[in-house]
């Protein structure tokens, strides 16, 4: 997804708590919802634990518990977005679904492209967050990491 | 009340006094905590929604090299428009709404450092004020140069 993709409808955003901050996603990007705790067993299509990443971590200065998991297939492998709740699947009637570019100085700014646009709900701005590009990033920091602690050069 | 080119609006920043030409001032707003943006710099410390408008927060403390502080009962933002962008600066005190005569303007004292020198067109000499005069494309060179 990028800002200039058409507008989402309203009916495929997903609505999630990161500690006290709600965030958006498009909740195609999201195979599976389920509670952290079902995580405990699972695996991946590679045989391995399920990778788990907590988004409060990566996304906030603060530390956040984390309740949900959101699964998200990348081209490679299925990770899991760990947030701390997912208030709620909004209903078209809930909100205008005209999700609006970064301003431009942000856009440069930003290192990551993990948040798409804004949608102003009730007066106040949420974020789109890409969720598909987070768990991709975040594979790739992975495996940078296993590289280094390996002893081989990081490509 | 003033003629347009002349009017200009007085903040403060830290100790020091700046104007804004008031054509590019589209509101003046009271402290409340922006919405952070993952991944932002600390001069971006987020975003703000004004009727319907999303804003991006610059604290000018920051930008002109003084010190980040909490905001305080004077704290405001300056909502600011410059071509296509809308910003919110981050100001210690919103001063006065005032008309300057720039034929009196000042070259930039050469001992401004540069965080600050590089933002303004001059200084003007207002009652016993020594203003600092900013120019709004500047101000955003400046912010791009940051981030």
Partial sequence: MSATEPHLLASSILRMRLGAQIFLANHTHVAQLLPVARLRDMHDERGQPMQQIRLPDLLQSTPAPVHHALLVTTRRRTVALLVTAVDLWVQPSDVVPVIQPLPPVLRRALTHAWITGILITDGQPLLLLNLRQIAQDALKQAAQGEREQRGQPIQ | MFDQAEAYLLFRVADEQYALPSGSVHEIVRWQAAVPVPGAPTILPGILVQRGVVYTVVDTRLLFGFAA???????????????EHRLALLVDAVLDLIALDLTLSEAIPATLPVAQARLLRGVVRHTDLLIALIEPPELLAALYAEV
Wanted: hydrophobic share 35%; glycine share 0%; net charge negative.
């Fill in chain 2, 69 to 83: 502080t909490a905001p305080e009962r004077a704290t405001r933002y300056v909502l600011f428009h410059e071509d």
